[in-house]
């Protein structure tokens, strides 16, 4: 709960929400190298990155950017409901933390819809 409060996208939660989106979301720790996301697929989990660095790419059009400790990523084919539309791949071992669409849906899909 401590990682997540963190990320600027949940420090508008209340405790309580917070705390059950914490309770949710499974935390993983994956190497250099490994594909998160990739491009094309079906999207079902929403990612936040609490620790390393991610790379962003599109076969079109190649790297598009870095994400870094507490940024997220996933959120496009849950929130359009359409595939992947880009690879993430861990550019350092990295922690992350993913949620089923049902918690993004009932937690984390507002938090977009006031944007």
Same mark, same amino acid.
């Given at each position: +709960? $401590?990682?997540?409060?963190?990320?600027? =996208?949940?420090?508008?939660?209340?405790?309580?929400? &917070?705390?059950? =989106?914490? @309770?949710? +979301?499974?935390?993983?720790?994956?190497? #250099? /190298?490994? !594909? &998160? !996301?990739?491009?094309?697929? *079906?999207? @079902?989990?929403?990612?936040? =990155? &609490? #620790? /390393?660095?991610?790379? !962003?790419?599109? #076969?079109? &059009?190649?790297?598009?950017?870095? =994400?870094? %400790?507490?940024?997220?990523?996933?959120?496009? %084919?849950?929130? +359009?409901?359409? *595939?992947?539309?880009? $690879? !993430?791949? %861990? +550019? $350092? *071992?990295?922690?992350?933390? #993913?949620?089923d669409e049902a918690t993004f849906d009932e937690l984390v899909r507002p938090l977009f819809a006031?944007?």
């Amino acid at each position: +709960m $401590t990682e997540l409060a963190r990320v600027g =996208l949940f420090a508008g939660l209340p405790g309580e929400t &917070l705390g059950k =989106l914490a @309770d949710r +979301m499974e935390r993983a720790e994956v190497t #250099s /190298g490994t !594909v &998160l !996301v990739r491009e094309g697929e *079906p999207g @079902d989990r929403f990612f936040v =990155l &609490l #620790s /390393g660095v991610a790379g !962003v790419s599109q #076969s079109a &059009l190649g790297e598009r950017r870095i =994400l870094k %400790a507490g940024e997220f990523f996933g959120e496009v %084919a849950l929130t +359009m409901n359409v *595939p992947r539309t880009a $690879t !993430v791949t %861990a +550019m $350092t *071992p990295c922690v992350v933390a #993913s949620c089923d669409e049902a918690t993004f849906d009932e937690l984390v899909r507002p938090l977009f819809a006031d944007d």
